[in-house]
């Protein structure tokens, strides 16, 4: 007799880029590390499932390593040890940088040109309070392969109307759980 063993489910292929938010907390180093770690925790958690190819960095705010979002792109990282060193190498800077909002964070992704189709996987931060005035994050089709977006409103930030219709909020208390960083795993797998 011959058992059939039935083929796994298709990999999702995912390349997902974490988009951390250094500047809603103004000068607030702590929290900044909060988020941080935050994001270290369910970087951790989608790796150990199959259907992420890669992750990557980028930052607005107030910093100066990995605020370039090409370079971002660039540097994808395959293993969660890599993409550790960067989420623990970013460095809070106020020294008279113009820093980028989170609506023009927002436009630059928007706009993001990616012909080598490097991304196809948005994961959101932001903690700013009022999000009435923030623009749609709606990545240009023709021009990238983003096709998941999750906003993570940190701090208990509502994103809601910022990534509908094509994505998913969820909100996540200054001081998560596990039980969070299952939330924000779960939207970002689709489940």
């Known amino acids: 007799m011959i058992k059939i063993i039935p083929a796994p489910p298709p990999k999702k292929n995912l390349h997902c880029l974490l988009v951390g ?40 705010g107030y910093t100066e390593k990995f605020a370039s979002l090409d370079e971002s792109l660039n540097n994808m990282r395959s293993s969660y040890d890599l993409l550790l060193n960067d989420l623990y190498g970013i460095k809070y800077n106020n020294r008279g940088v113009k820093p980028l909002s989170t609506a023009k964070a927002i436009e630059t992704l928007n706009n993001l040109v990616d012909g080598n189709n490097r991304v ?56 998560y759980t596990e039980h969070d960083v299952e939330r924000v795993v779960a939207a970002v797998l689709g489940r």
């Not at 770690?37 to 790796?47: G, I, R």
């Open 120 to 175: 196809n996987c948005l994961i959101f931060f932001s903690a700013q309070e009022n999000t009435s005035e923030l623009p749609r994050l709606d990545p240009d089709q023709n021009k990238s392969k983003i096709n998941r977006i999750v906003g993570v409103g940190f701090s208990g930030t509502n994103l809601h109307k910022v990534v509908t219709p094509r994505g998913v909020a969820v909100s996540v208390p200054y001081i």
């Open 21 to 60: 938010d250094l500047y809603n907390f103004g000068d607030n180093i702590t929290a900044y590390r909060q988020e941080v770690d935050f994001m270290a925790e369910v970087s951790y958690d989608l790796f150990q499932n199959r259907d992420i190819s890669s992750m990557g960095l980028w930052l607005y």
